[in-house]
């Protein structure tokens, strides 16, 4: 059975490679979603079953799970070097007339993208990818090997005729699709969105949790080969292999023998740039003769053989006509600026985000103002100067406004935020029809059947105010609704009607929905900060929602990366009588509200009777698996502290008010060690 399951593990192995392949490095999908998150649970299965046929090249590693509490410092083998910028074709002619002055033979360019991203470098041992190490100050950088794994463009074993040791560089970037989506998120929940692509993909890649960066869409461009026995002594036709090995190698290279070449590569990507899923902000022209490379040698901080062009930045001047401000589902309220159509990196511009009010007064942006608006590494276009000395006359300074926008309540802003929020979110609209359309998406309750606008038509039509009013839908109530929608700006209409299989979709949709497991539930109900990977460790940690609710402030606070911000946003949900209300309904119809984990295998009876708390940091083991292991041995797992409690397992920085409670009731307070002489 095990050498058929060694077989069975290698074929997935191979087979789960080829299709991520395909779908990341050449964009050319060969199988569904559902079908390879069947083979990939699959071999999942099997990996736990006989973990001696693990290989490093497994798909299930890309998962992450290694949390870093710090990146070791590593020097580069080769310096990451910064390369000399110029936004002058005039340079970039005596650029090439220093190389013909040092060079005395023949050459030729290798033009390339200059993508806006992060660099990496990454080191493979016979085919193995063993290390990723940032750009940090060009002599040494951070070990990011963990996090870097889990970008899936990224081979972690190559295949073909590779040189045993050889370090390849590129950068790691994230497309605008992922970036606006992370985004959209980011405001839904209260948090600051990132400034642009350039900016999440550096933070993600500094994540101590490596599971977090998997969650984000990063991929990752490679350029350039460095080693003592590559195949070929030109960098072209050396990247050119590369994308042999599995290396996603950019298309977006040329050779050009003269200057005229290079400037017209450069002429035609400042424009169609415009049409890239990804940030670039210049061209970088390099000697394609390795050889030629050690002729030119180097300045103190740049290589005398390449160069970066940069573009300028797409900026365009309008009138700022007004301010709308959106009410998202959390209550964030979000400032945007209305502005005169302008054409800007290949589109009308109409709308800028203003972000928040701190933004807006520290630029001193007034209705009326010309501003500089740009789109240069950003999806959303921003408003970056104001044209103050052509400021009309009799223009007041802004100021937020003190009531919501759609239903008139009274705007907060806490210490410490830079968002204003309207408190109402039990009756105001835009709250409301944000929360159903929260509660119905595909990674919460997955009611695929519905979306935005048939929400709006079932909320405008008073059938739902709140997520349990979803599950009283009846098909009389459904059949024959209407709506007329404008798209394309209010000059096409479009007629949305429920007739019989619509209808028979969505009830279908709500009645699948009662088997989404406890965590998606809890995703589903939309607290503010509770994102997915929240919800799951507190779905593990608690195991229902009767736990959660009971749950004090500085209990949640032990529960891996709750912080006081979170626990103090599901203390505040919880004590509203509406939310307790509306989670009542959804239990009476049948919604999971308690988590299904596999009983655990017994080890010994060596606990068995005695209770714990687990509560802190610990080294060597996260709390997760410290509570495995005592219920592995037949102890019980509890919350919070009281006279019935045995034990206390006390990591680092165990709560002062949780310590104090133990030692007024006399609880032993033991550590890791302890415990492991305990079930020895």
Known sequence: MSHQAEIRINELVELLNTYNYNYYVLD????????????????????????????????????GGEIIKSFKQVKHRYPMLSLGNTYSEDELKEFDNRVRKLID????????????????????????LVQAVTR????????????VKTIRSIPLKLKGDFPQKFEIRGEIILPHAGFEKMNNERIEIGEEPFANPRNAASGSLKMQDSKEVALRPLDCFLYFLQGDHLPFQFHYENLCKAKEWGFKIPNYMVKCKTMADVFDFIKYWDKARNELKFDIDGIVIKVNDLNQWSELGFT?????????????????????????????????????????PVQLAGTVVKRASLYNVDFIQNMDI?????????????????????????????????????????????LIRKEGEAAYFCQNENDCPPQIKGKLAHFIHRKAMNIDSLGEGKIEMLYDNGLVKEAADLYDLKYENLIGLEKILFVNDDKKQKKLSFQEKTVSNILKGIEDSKNVGFERVLFALGIRYVGETVAKKLSMHYQNIDNIIKASFEDLKTVDEIGEKIAESIVNFFK??????????????????????????????????????????FEQFSRDELKLAIEQNAGKNVTSISSKTDYILAGDNMGPEKRKKAESLNIPIISVSDFLEMIR
């Open 28 to 63: 050319k999908p060969t199988v569904s979603d559902f079908e390879f998150d069947i083979l990939l649970q699959e071999l999942n299965t099997l990996e736990k079953a006989n973990p001696a046929f693990l290989r490093t090249d497994s798909p299930t590693q890309r998962v």
């Open 105 to 128: 033979a023949d050459f030729e360019y290798v033009c390339e993208l200059k993508y806006d991203g992060v660099a990496i470098g990454l080191t493979y041992e016979n085919g193995i």
């Open 136 to 147: 940090g100050d060009g002599i040494q950088g951070d070990d990011v090997t963990a996090n």
């Open 300 to 340: 103190s901080k740049s290589p005398r053989w390449a160069i970066a062009y940069k573009f300028k930045a797409e900026r365009e001047v309008s009138t700022l006509l007004s301010i709308d401000f959106q009410v998202g589902r959390t209550g964030t309220v979000t400032p945007v600026a209305n502005l005169k």
């Open 366 to 410: 007034r209705i009326g103002d010309l501003v500089y608006v740009e789109k240069g590494g950003e999806i959303i276009p921003k408003i970056v100067g104001v044209l103050k000395e052509k400021r009309p006359e009799n223009t007041i300074a802004f100021e937020f406004i003190s009531v919501c926008p759609e239903c008139g309540s009274p």
């Open 576 to 617: 509203n009588n509406k939310n307790l209300d509306t989670i009542n309904r959804l239990k009476t119809k049948g919604l999971q509200f308690n988590a299904t984990s596999q009983p655990v295998e017994l080890i010994s009876s060596a606990l068995s009777g005695k209770s714990f708390v687990v509560s802190g940091v």
